[in-house]
């Protein structure tokens, strides 16, 4: 089983609201990633955590704040955020966060959009 | 850091025709190769993906290449069905960008029943 879950499929928000995004995966991954993607473009890395630790963090607004509860969930915090920040957010994870060349699975994504 | 250049950007065959995409790299460290589709409203499916110890890997219709020398890798679809219509991405992985994923601009496949 190669399945990572995120929750909600779709959000609307104002710029003043707060929300979160959720990630999940049972396969014992220990590498788990956020990317944002516009449409027509590829994926964009935001964010990665390696042993529930944060490692990289690609230079993202601080209106986007990321969480990683245990191993097999990841958080995305959003707050005040943008209409440009409307975007489809996916998770993904792979197995050995010290293995550069790991596959990395993704989830369905969550398609957000800012009023 | 990495740089990965795929083309074409879109693509239409009729079905049953083969189809190729081709994407080439910068990074010569880099030695981890997937490819994912992408269908409408969904996440990227990894298909199938070659490691730099390997010059050619295939799975049913899919068959990837690498050329290491020349910094190119290849995606080929053959027997196209209307199915396979998706965007597909490249990426490259294992060099010098450490845990990231490096990825083409995309091409749209379109198969034509």
Partial sequence: DTEVTQTPKHLVMGMTNKKSLKCEQHMG???MYWYKQKAKKPPELMFVYSYEKLSIN???PSRFSPECPNSSLLNLHLHALQPEDSALYLCASSQDPRDRTDTQYF????????L | GENVEQ????????EGDSAVIKCTYSDSASNYFPWYK?????????????????GEKKDQRIAVTLNKTA????????????EDSAVYFCAAAGGTSYGKLTFGQGTILTVHP
């Fill in chain 1, 29 to 31: 991954h220990r590498a």
């Fill in chain 1, 58 to 60: 690609e230079s993202v």
């Fill in chain 1, 107 to 114: 989830g369905p994504g969550t398609r957000l959009t800012v």
């Fill in chain 2, 7 to 14: 083309h074409p950007s879109t693509l239409s065959v009729q």
């Fill in chain 2, 38 to 54: 992408q269908e409408l409203g969904k996440g990227p499916q990894l298909i199938i993906d070659i490691r730099s110890n390997v």
């Fill in chain 2, 71 to 82: 910094k190119h890798f290849s995606l080929h679809i053959t027997e196209t069905q209307p």
